[in-house]
Nanobody, 128 residues
Framework: EVQLVESGGGSVQAGGSLRLSCAAS????????IGWFRQAPGKEREGVSC????????YYADSVKGRFTISSDYAKNTVYLQMNSLKAEDTAVYYC?????????????????????WGQGTQVTVSS
């Protein structure tokens, strides 16, 4: 059974940090790109960041570049999103998703694609 399980969300004050985790199982982790997305109430889903596990490349949306860092732990089949200098506008439900065929810049920038697997999401709330 394929699973993507997000954790690490919570409430933090502006300027603070959180680290999200996306634990993957049921598929060949190394063959997939893993993306992070977020959706705030009343807004469309937004691509945040992506890491290509087979190439090791990363991609960030302009809104988080320089503040967020994505990484993979191949031994644990887990992708992390370290979020620093958090702002109120980062408040959203954060989801991870996996796709075998798409490059990271497409995963993040083009929300029209139907990615292979999705997690259930974790809430991040940043208070100003």
């Amino acid at each position: 059974e394929v699973q993507l399980v997000e954790s690490g969300g919570g409430s933090v004050q502006a300027g603070g940090s959180l680290r999200l985790s996306c634990a993957a199982s049921g598929f060949t982790f190394d063959d997939y790109a893993i993306g992070w997305f977020r959706q705030a109430p009343g807004k469309e889903r937004e691509g945040v960041s992506c890491i290509s596990n087979n190439y090791g490349s990363t991609y960030y949306a302009d809104s988080v570049k320089g503040r967020f860092t994505i990484s993979s732990d191949y031994a644990k089949n887990t992708v992390y999103l370290q979020m620093n200098s958090l702002k109120a506008e980062d408040t959203a439900v954060y989801y991870c998703a996996a796709d075998r065929g798409l490059p990271c810049h497409t995963i993040v920038e083009d929300s029209s694609w139907d990615l292979d697997y999705w997690g259930q999401g974790t809430q991040v709330t940043v208070s100003s």
